[in-house]
């Protein structure tokens, strides 16, 4: 059982290697990111990044990118190394030092703002992955990737779909979670190419992913049920978003 799951780890993170083609290795990619918790932020709000277990995060930095004006900040110094789960999660910590987030692999005081606004996943100067969320005007500054995510109402957070899966596209790449997860993943089996799905989200370089016939990409090798994702919740923070986007930025 271990070995089939850490053949789907591999075989999942060579497909991915063939999509977003990064430079020789597979890159750790953002898989969840929790940015607004019901009333105060303190220790309550994480991103959680996946990738090969082993991987070494010394050189990586998570970085908040304005909306309102491109400014950068937050900037948090990764380090350590991915786990056997395949995820690794960075939680903001209080002032006294501790967290509320369960299972947190490193803490550092941050509180990336409510969009719209982008977090960058970089590796020296090079950004790895990016995540822009909420609705940007014309004059705004989006840092992420294609089309930016929903942004996600407070409580809830936004979690890659599929997990060896990297389109570019960051309102294909990611959807709403009305629980956050913070250290586990139930990611969504990767479509067939040429079904409805696939065509609906514009993933073209599935074929590659699927080319060896395996269909599922979690790191963990979770269960084959379908995910806790909340797709009415989704269309429903799409709806209020607009109101608070058009709002401006706050980090509470
Ligand atoms: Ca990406
Ligand atoms: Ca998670
Ligand atoms: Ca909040």
Same mark, same amino acid.
């Given at each position: 059982?271990?070995?089939?799951?850490?053949?789907?780890?591999?075989?999942?993170?060579?497909?991915?290697?063939?999509?977003?083609?990064?430079?020789?290795? +597979?890159?750790?990619? /953002?898989?969840?990111?929790?940015?607004?918790?019901?009333?105060?932020?303190?220790?309550?709000?994480?991103?959680?990044?996946?990738?090969?277990?082993?991987?070494?995060?010394?050189?990586?930095?998570?970085?908040?990118?304005?909306?309102?004006?491109?400014?950068?900040?937050?900037?948090? *110094?990764?380090?350590?190394? &991915?786990?056997?789960?395949? /995820?690794?999660?960075? +939680?903001?910590?209080?002032?006294?030092?501790?967290?509320?987030?369960?299972? +947190?692999? *490193? /803490?550092?005081? =941050?509180?990336?703002?409510?969009? %719209?606004?982008? &977090?960058?996943?970089?590796?020296?100067?090079? &950004?790895?992955?990016?995540?822009?969320?909420?609705?940007?005007? +014309?004059?705004?500054?989006?840092?992420?990737?294609?089309? %930016?995510?929903?942004?996600?109402?407070?409580?809830?957070?936004?979690?890659?779909?599929?997990?060896?899966?990297?389109?570019?596209?960051?309102?294909?790449? =990611?959807?709403?979670?009305?629980?956050?997860?913070?250290?586990?993943?139930?990611?969504?089996?990767? %479509?067939? %190419?040429?079904?409805?799905?696939?065509?609906? &989200?514009?993933?073209?370089?599935?074929?590659?992913?699927?080319?060896?016939?395996?269909?599922?990409?979690? =790191?963990?090798?979770?269960?084959?049920?379908?995910?806790?994702?909340?797709?009415?919740?989704?269309?429903?923070?799409?709806?209020?978003?607009?109101?608070?986007?058009?709002?401006?930025?706050?980090?509470?």
């Amino acid at each position: 059982m271990k070995i089939r799951t850490y053949s789907r780890v591999i075989g999942g993170w060579v497909g991915l290697l063939c999509l977003v083609a990064t430079g020789g290795e +597979a890159m750790p990619l /953002l898989s969840e990111v929790y940015y607004d918790a019901p009333g105060s932020d303190d220790g309550q709000v994480f991103v959680e990044l996946a990738g090969l277990p082993g991987t070494s995060l010394e050189g990586y930095a998570l970085e908040g990118i304005n909306g309102s004006n491109g400014a950068a900040g937050p900037t948090i *110094l990764l380090g350590g190394t &991915i786990g056997s789960s395949g /995820l690794f999660v960075v +939680a903001d910590r209080t002032a006294a030092g501790s967290t509320a987030v369960v299972g +947190a692999d *490193l /803490l550092a005081n =941050f509180d990336f703002q409510n969009g %719209p606004d982008s &977090i960058v996943l970089r590796l020296g100067d090079s &950004i790895v992955d990016a995540l822009g969320y909420g609705v940007f005007s +014309a004059s705004e500054v989006f840092a992420g990737e294609g089309r %930016p995510a929903v942004d996600a109402a407070a409580g809830e957070s936004l979690a890659r779909r599929f997990a060896n899966l990297d389109t570019g596209d960051n309102a294909s790449d =990611f959807v709403v979670l009305s629980t956050p997860t913070p250290g586990t993943a139930d990611f969504s089996p990767v %479509p067939e %190419p040429g079904t409805a799905l696939l065509l609906g &989200i514009g993933l073209s370089g599935l074929a590659l992913a699927g080319a060896d016939g395996r269909k599922r990409g979690a =790191f963990r090798g979770a269960a084959a049920s379908g995910p806790a994702y909340n797709a009415a919740s989704s269309n429903a923070s799409s709806d209020a978003r607009s109101t608070r986007g058009s709002s401006g930025s706050s980090r509470t």
